[in-house]
């Protein structure tokens, strides 16, 4: 009996020795999908992180882009305002200096006119003065 109980001694040290190596590969190999899941989770976040700062960036960029767009087109709109008023004021001030002008040349020829109209009554107001004397002085000196 001895040599029954040696070789169930024996085998189960077998079983036990068995046992452990397979728990222990076991255990290595949930050890290292435990290492691999890490390593994934980790990558995963990196990359998550990477796309979030990204599109961040990106955002960041086209809010910029959209704000100098806008201020160009204000500063556009500003020009052309600027300009238009700078038209229409100098075709104001060409319109007044025209029409004072206008009023400068017409007042000259009224002026002209009415010295010439003067002058002219006056020369046939001395004309006829002149026919009247003479008439008179005949008509006392020849009758």
Same mark, same amino acid.
């Given at each position: 009996? $001895?040599?029954?109980?040696?070789?169930?001694?024996?085998?189960?040290? =077998? &079983?036990?020795?068995?046992?452990?190596?397979? +728990?222990?590969?076991?255990?290595?190999? @949930?050890?290292?999908? $435990?290492?691999?899941?890490?390593?994934?989770?980790?990558?995963?976040?990196?990359?998550?992180?990477?796309? +979030?700062? =990204?599109?961040?960036q $990106?955002?960041?960029?086209? @809010?910029?882009?959209?704000? %100098?767009?806008?201020? #160009?087109?204000?500063? #556009?709109?500003? %020009?052309?305002?600027?300009d238009?008023?700078?038209? &229409?004021? %100098?075709?104001?001030? *060409?319109? +007044?200096t025209?029409?004072?002008q /206008?009023?400068?040349?017409?007042?000259? !020829? &009224?002026?002209?006119? /009415?010295?010439?109209?003067? /002058? *002219? &009554?006056?020369?046939?107001?001395? #004309?006829?003065?002149? !026919?009247?004397?003479?008439?008179?002085? *005949?008509k006392?000196? *020849?009758?």
């Open positions: 009996m $001895a040599s029954n109980t040696d070789k169930l001694s024996h085998g189960a040290g =077998e &079983t036990k020795a068995h046992t452990e190596e397979k +728990v222990g590969h076991g255990a290595d190999a @949930v050890k290292s999908n $435990a290492e691999g899941a890490k390593e994934n989770t980790g990558n995963f976040f990196t990359t998550a992180k990477d796309k +979030v700062a =990204e599109a961040a $990106a955002t960041k960029e086209k @809010v910029t882009g959209a704000g %100098q767009a806008t201020y #160009d087109k204000a500063a #556009d709109t500003t %020009q052309a305002a600027k238009k008023t700078c038209e &229409t004021t %100098q075709a104001a001030k *060409d319109k +007044v025209g029409a004072g /206008a009023t400068k040349d017409k007042t000259a !020829d &009224t002026t002209h006119a /009415a010295k010439d109209k003067t /002058a *002219d &009554t006056t020369h046939s107001a001395k #004309d006829k003065t002149a !026919d009247t004397t003479q008439a008179a002085h *005949d006392i000196f *020849d009758h």
